[in-house]
């Protein structure tokens, strides 16, 4: 019946949702299904070619040079992944335990601890840069002030510590969020439950092992799944301190930088290819889609419902 | 929509051919964005010259130029003129089918230009030319006259005399060479600047011959030299990157650095008061020839599809002209490409005068056809050759096996 309150408040409600699920349909679901497109043509320039199926996977998987640069790539991912796990997320658990616990200046330190993760990626970057400057970088003044010379380096411009540079740098930038994260869990755990546990032992180690650990299990999902997915989107920090190219000799190349060189080109001339880009582009979304999915799964599974 | 769109132009070609006194107006699209002024006075000059055509320039940003010209022209609404970048770039473009192709007929001074010139404007397999190339850029040593007079140093005739001067530096405190290799690009400007005298001219002949590949003795013995030069580099100079090792000539650190031509307007932009010298790296003995290496960065090319065709032609006549050419150098401080232009700076002039003998900037100018790109393996295997991580030998090695995934000649 026109007129009537019921059908005004569906327009009403109509009239709310519609335009952002355009919005999300135009600006996001869009441009994800067109890449998916993208991936299966060839491309001469910005110039669309013909269907080849396939060819476009193929090419960046199992032709060379391609395939040697994917691989190499995506073992750097895995290897930050890894890395990133223990010094931002491990050291992040640590952190938040000796805050909950209150240690001697918790309360500068909450703040301290959390500050460097609302300075942007860009401002880090080159901050770090500065730090690692082989001849007038704090690093290594430090360590030609302290009689360690010898270990000085040219942090960034060697295979064996660009990577190692890099992790460092993110995880000095990003440490404060886990930490933030699992302290809020830690806070959550019931007051009974620690006064039980004080009651059984003295053991810290058996408090954190028994009691905390599987308490903060939600907390822990969300930052492990968040750190694989930024781990395997890495891009910003690796472009600003060492470039697209992934310098030196591919030793810092991640996906991003490498999709990134693939589809737009680079001024080192390897040309632009937007059917073996979308082709990476789509991968590395497939494979962070089911990775977090199975991820988020599986450490579901052991939280515990309080 | 289309056919309205379709007959406007229709109706305004008519308009054009029966009022040939009404003005013409032309589009002309760049990347230098940082030029623009002296464009507009060029533009002045022709305008002056030819009453009843007007040429409007507009830039772009040089990162996204390619992307937005190739967009424009596949979507048939690009320039009637515009900036055209040199070998395997021009060819994205000039394959299309988007330029309109040059020639004596057309632009008769282009007959005049240099032939290297003319063939980094020109698309290998048809041979035919799509733009009058503008400028080249060298790379060479730079040096500052002060921290040399100041040390009793002169331009080295030998390996051994810069040898010897760069002791001499070091010695006094100065750092002998300001390159950083962190940055990948910069690692092929060291080969350009330092091994193109070492490789020999014979060893660039017989490579384009298809008689030698990057293994040959000659180009593995330059790398080997390039190698011992370092050691005069600042200390961790492969964790330097570029921006610092630029700072560390502008300031007066350091008393040489590798590099492009380009360089030159930017140190006098950052420290005004620095006085320069160039010179062309010297060979094992006073005899060798000097050589630089040498690449074009551009062209101005016509689009094929442009509906005053005419009045697009003769502005790149201009374009072409002895007159632009020496506007060019003078107020642009650029190596100019047309013909018989006098140089006001006096180190322009200088680049002038060891361009001719040069080789070309080898992997920039010949090997950016296919993927991997020569550029991106050189930088890479030069990375690992300062860093320890592989052999002169090595070096060699792998770019000729990575370059044989599409040069047909390193294909056995």
Known sequence: MPGSPLVARRLWITALIVPPLAFVALFVVYPIISAFAYAFFQWHGLARGEFVGFANFYKVLFTQPYADWTLNAFTHNVLVFFALMVLQNGVGFVLAYCLWRELPGAAFHRVAVFLPVVLSTIIVGFLWKLFLHPLFGVVNISLRGTGLGGLAQPWLGQGTTALWALIIANAWHMVGFPTLVFLAGMQRIPGEILDAVRMETESEWTKITKVVWPLVAPSATVVFTLLFVGSFNWFELPYIMVGVDGSPHKATDVLGLYFYRTAFGDQSGSGQDFGAGSALAVLIFVFIALVAGVITFKLRAREIQL | ?412
């Open chain 2, 1 to 412: 929509m289309k056919k309205l769109v379709c007959s406007t132009i229709v109706a305004l070609g008519a308009l054009m051919t029966a009022l040939p006194a009404m003005a013409e107006e032309l589009t002309f699209w760049s990347w230098r964005q940082e030029d623009k002024a002296q464009y507009e006075k060029f533009i002045d000059a022709f305008e002056a010259k030819n009453p009843g055509i007007t040429v409007k320039f507009e830039t772009f940003e040089a990162t996204n130029y390619n992307t937005i010209l190739s967009t424009a022209l596949a979507g048939g609404s690009g320039p009637d003129l515009m900036f055209a970048r040199a070998y395997g770039g021009l060819e994205n473009v000039a394959n299309a089918g988007y330029l309109l192709p040059l020639d004596k007929t057309n632009v008769p001074a282009l007959e005049k230009f240099a032939p290297a010139a003319v063939a980094a404007e020109t698309a290998r397999s048809s041979k035919i030319t799509y733009a009058v190339p503008f400028a080249s850029q060298t790379m060479l040593v730079i040096y500052n006259k002060d921290i040399f007079d100041k040390n009793g140093l002169k331009e080295p005739e030998t390996l051994d005399d810069l040898v010897k001067a760069a002791e001499k530096l070091k010695a006094a405190g100065v750092m002998p060479f300001g390159n950083g290799t962190a940055t990948a690009w910069q690692n092929e400007v060291m080969v350009g600047g330092i091994a193109s005298t070492l490789m020999t001219r014979g060893f660039y002949d017989d490579l384009m011959a298809g008689k030698a590949d990057f293994m040959d003795k000659r180009y593995v013995e330059a790398l080997t030299k390039l190698k011992e030069i370092t050691k005069y580099f600042p200390d961790g100079f492969i964790g330097l990157d570029y921006a610092s090792s630029q700072q560390l000539f502008a300031s007066g650190m350091a008393g040489m650095f590798v590099g492009g031509s380009y360089e030159l307007s930017n140190f006098k932009k950052q420290n005004p008061g620095i006085k320069m010298g160039i010179f062309a790296m010297p060979g094992l003995k006073a005899g060798d020839e000097k050589l630089v290496a040498q690449y074009f960065d551009g062209g101005y090319a016509v689009n094929a599809k442009t509906t005053k065709k005419e009045a697009a032609l003769k502005f790149v006549n201009f374009l072409a002209s002895q007159e632009f050419g020496q506007m060019f150098a003078d107020d642009l401080n650029n190596i100019s490409a047309v013909p018989g232009v006098n140089f006001k700076d006096p180190l322009l002039g200088e680049v002038a005068e060891l361009n001719k003998h040069s080789i070309p900037y080898i992997m920039l100018v010949h090997f950016r056809y296919g993927e991997p790109s020569g550029s991106v393996l050189l930088q890479g295997e030069i990375q690992k050759l300062f860093g320890g991580k592989a052999t002169p030998e090595e070096v060699g090695k792998n770019l000729t096996t990575g370059l044989a995934a599409w040069y047909a000649p390193f294909k056995k």
